[in-house]
């Protein structure tokens, strides 16, 4: 069975700080990886996908995201958070279906 | 390109009465998806399809039905509604196109979301 988890519920940078947003999966194979965002009343924006070939994977709005087997994990980066980057971010894995964390929502200091 | 459309946007229903939620597709994809999104849990999967024609559960069925009588839409179906079905639901829509070294890729789009309250 598939499985997504996202140990952080709720995370607060700072404008201009680094962030990294943690992902784990459980699949029997190698799986499909996708993060979306979603903003207030809004809903779900790709932000990028990993299919196979280079496990570091660029994505729109600046955001990466790099693939490790090893601890299956596929963790979401950005050098420099913006304040309109303040949204719930999911992970999802697609193996049999399409599985969803249960998101972290992202606040964003001034 | 309008791409996945839900309607309506929000309803309030009292419980034991029934309702239908429309998504429509314009994008000629072959699956078709029904979420509800509660907190602290992202998004479960009700029902899904993939065809026109089929229809599929998910992990969370139970007091919901769907119809897929044309590829465009999908339709969910709330027979008896339950205060337990107050929720958000997302539709999504997807196409599974080959890539380079076997495998299908598999990325879905959404809705902007219907707010359901069952009081």
């Known amino acids: 069975a598939q499985s997504v988890t996202q140990p952080d519920i709720h995370i607060t940078v700072s404008e201009g700080a680094s962030l990294e947003l943690r992902c784990n999966y459980s699949?029997?194979?190698?799986?499909?990886l996708f993060w979306y965002v979603q903003s207030p009343g809004q809903g779900l924006q790709l932000l990028l996908k990993?299919?196979?070939?280079?496990?570091l994977v660029q994505g729109i709005k600046g955001f990466e995201a790099e693939f490790k087997r090893s601890q299956s994990s596929f963790n979401l980066r950005k050098p420099s958070v913006h304040w309109s980057d303040a949204a719930e971010y999911f992970c999802a894995v697609y193996g049999q279906n399409f599985v969803f964390g249960p998101g972290t929502r992202l606040s964003v200091l001034p | 390109n309008a791409g996945v459309t839900q309607t309506p946007k929000f309803r309030v229903l009292k419980t034991g009465q029934s309702m239908t939620l429309l998504c429509a597709q314009d994008?000629?994809?072959?699956?078709m998806y029904w979420y509800r999104q509660d907190p602290g849990m992202g998004l479960r999967l009700i029902h899904y399809s993939v065809g026109e024609g089929t229809t599929a559960k998910g992990e969370v069925p139970d007091g919901y039905n769907v119809s897929r009588l044309k590829k465009q839409n999908f339709l969910l179906g709330l027979e008896s509604a339950a205060p337990s079905q107050t929720s958000v639901y997302f539709c999504a829509s997807s196409s599974t196109t080959s890539i380079a070294g076997g495998g299908l890729k598999n990325i879905q789009y959404f809705g902007a979301g219907t707010r359901l309250s069952v009081l």
């Open positions: 990993y299919f196979s070939g280079d496990t």
């Open positions: 699949y029997g194979a190698t799986p499909y």
């Open positions: 994008m000629n994809h072959e699956y």
